[in-house]
T-cell receptor, first 113, second 115 residues
Framework: ETGVTQSPTHLIKTRGQQVTLRCSSQ?????VSWYQQALGQGPQFIFQ???????GRGNFPPRFSGLQFPNYSSELNVNALELDDSALYLC????????????FGPGTRLTVT | AQSVTQLDSQVPVFEEAPVELRCNYS??????LFWYVQYPNQGLQLLLK??????LVKGINGFEAEFNKSQTSFHLRKPSVHISDTAEYFC?????????????FGKGTKLTVNP
């Protein structure tokens, strides 16, 4: 059974640029959630996708957007990068929307200069 | 909205000593509770979870936690820690938002086990 994978591992971007982060869910999982973890903080919920539809969103601006594909893999896109977007971005997959354990990937470390 | 408070940002202990990491959450309604561990430069790994039933929950690596509804607490314990337990520990509560369920995390407790 393959776990949750994310790419790339690290990324350096300049303020104002756009970035795409990728996530492959654990086999059989139809729900993907994205979290942002700033340095020294706990992860914060960005949004969740269930069967290719956005199913819930945290307090993040519209320049944070996502996609989920038919194979349940997912992308997180961030436009007009700001310095405060520097963080570890975590993807988590689960078997269902409610009550299920979320399995986390290793994360993508984004640095915005 | 739910919130989670981890009362200690750092906990240093000696090897083989017991440890308790404290967690309080805000809601009095039925919740799901989780403890995750994060090793340096890695993602989160689930230690244990409380969904319902027995208030004492046993997890991996010898950890356990006790759900206390009246005190809205979910403290994590281990009777004897190892050097390899050095990591950051996050308490989380589930929150239903519309049709989705998200995890609300505390700020974390950095456990350092010294020889």
């Amino acid at each position: 059974e393959t776990g949750v994978t994310q790419s790339p591992t690290h990324l350096i971007k300049t303020r104002g640029q756009q970035v795409t982060l990728r996530c492959s869910s654990q086999s059989g999982h139809n729900t993907v959630s994205w979290y942002q973890q700033a340095l020294g903080q706990g992860p914060q919920f960005i949004f969740q996708y269930y069967r290719e539809e956005e199913n819930g969103r945290g307090n993040f601006p519209p320049r944070f957007s996502g996609l989920q594909f038919p194979n349940y893999s997912s992308e997180l896109n961030v436009n007009a990068l700001e310095l405060d977007d520097s963080a570890l971005y975590l993807c988590a997959s689960s078997l269902d929307i409610r009550g299920g354990e979320q399995y986390f990937g290793p994360g993508t470390r984004l640095t915005v200069t | 909205a739910q919130s989670v408070t981890q009362l200690d940002s750092q906990v240093p202990v000696f090897e083989e000593a017991p440890v308790e990491l404290r967690c309080n959450y805000s809601s009095s309604v039925s919740v799901y509770l989780f403890w995750y561990v994060q090793y340096p430069n890695q993602g989160l790994q689930l230690l244990l979870k409380y969904l319902s039933g027995s208030t004492l929950v046993k997890g991996i690596n010898g950890f356990e936690a006790e759900f206390n509804k009246s005190q809205t607490s979910f403290h994590l314990r281990k009777p004897s820690v190892h050097i390899s337990d050095t990591a950051e520990y996050f308490c989380a509560v589930s929150e239903t938002q519309g049709g989705s369920e998200k995890l609300v995390f505390g700020k974390g407790t950095k456990l350092t086990v010294n020889p």
